[in-house]
């Protein structure tokens, strides 16, 4: 699916923003970048995208954009008093937006800065690793300045639907997995058994293969931490789950991503992500 937002107005020093260029000063670039990379990143991980995809960040004045297609967003950062078709929205929240809607806000309160994330991938290039805008040389961004009026912004997002994409990391014994199990790891789109409960979410997919199913000694575990039991179908550790186990532990989830995904129902689907 493809969809694109077109910039009504521009607000203040509106931009693409990502993470910062590394070990170019010798160049006299510099890093560029969110000026509040907290805020920016807490947009991404909401909407569980790649922590160096770019966003849009405003300065003072917020913009106003008009959607052309449904995806999701996330706002965060300085209060605007957001609204979307004229009714207000909230911060640090996931909302689903549609063709013909209208996001826009006004000066800014407690803060300076705001930052927007949306679900699909903005078709914007990297310059020397990164997404981020840097005005004063015309590099990066949206050809290298701010927005302005009638910039249209064009996003893709073509493969599974990003609610259902979880990131995660390696974990300590993610090698015990196979070739093949590490690549049906992150292919095979895993149903959530009705076995779940506040100890642990089950998976239901393709088997794993490991070179072991149980560890020689119990090692600690906290929420987050995907095992893997003999039945080689992985279970997700959750807020009530045991603090040492003898499973393998495959994988890890971030806080930002477990909530999320504690909020699926029994019986949806999911894609895991490596990152």
Do not use: C
């Not at 807020?239 to 949806?268: C, E, H, M, V």
């Amino acid at each position: 699916m493809k969809g694109s937002l077109e910039i009504l107005k521009p607000g203040l020093m509106t931009s693409i923003q990502g993470v910062g260029r590394k070990g170019l000063a010798y160049y006299a670039i510099p890093p560029s970048g969110a000026m509040d990379e907290n805020a920016a990143q807490v947009a991404l991980l909401l909407l569980g995208k790649n922590e160096e995809d770019p966003v849009l960040e405003f300065t003072s004045l917020a913009p106003e954009i008009k959607f052309h297609e449904s995806t999701q967003i996330v706002i965060t950062g300085a209060d605007f008093n957001w609204k979307i078709n004229n009714q207000s929205i909230s911060l640090n929240t996931v909302m689903s937006v549609h063709n013909g809607d209208v996001l826009k806000g006004s000066f800014a309160k407690k803060g300076l800065r705001g930052y927007l994330a949306i679900k699909g991938k903005l078709d914007i290039g990297r310059v020397y690793h990164s997404y981020s805008t840097y005005a004063n040389a015309k590099l990066g961004g949206f050809h290298g300045r701010f927005l302005k009026k009638g910039d249209v912004l064009y996003w893709s997002d073509d493969e599974l639907d990003m609610d259902q994409v979880v990131p995660f990391y390696q974990g300590p014994e993610y090698a015990f997995l196979s070739d093949t199990a590490k690549d049906l790891l992150v292919s095979t789109v895993y149903k959530i058994s009705p076995d779940t409960n506040r100890m642990g979410m089950r998976l239901v997919g393709e088997r794993l293969e490991s070179t072991s199913y149980q560890l020689e000694n119990s090692v600690p575990v906290l929420p987050g931490f995907i095992q893997l039991p003999p039945n080689g179908q992985p279970i997700i550790l959750l807020q009530d789950g045991q603090t040492t186990g003898g499973y393998p532990r495959i994988a890890y989830i971030k806080p930002a991503f477990l909530s999320k995904l504690n909020q699926f129902p029994l019986g949806s689907t999911i894609q895991l992500k490596k990152i």
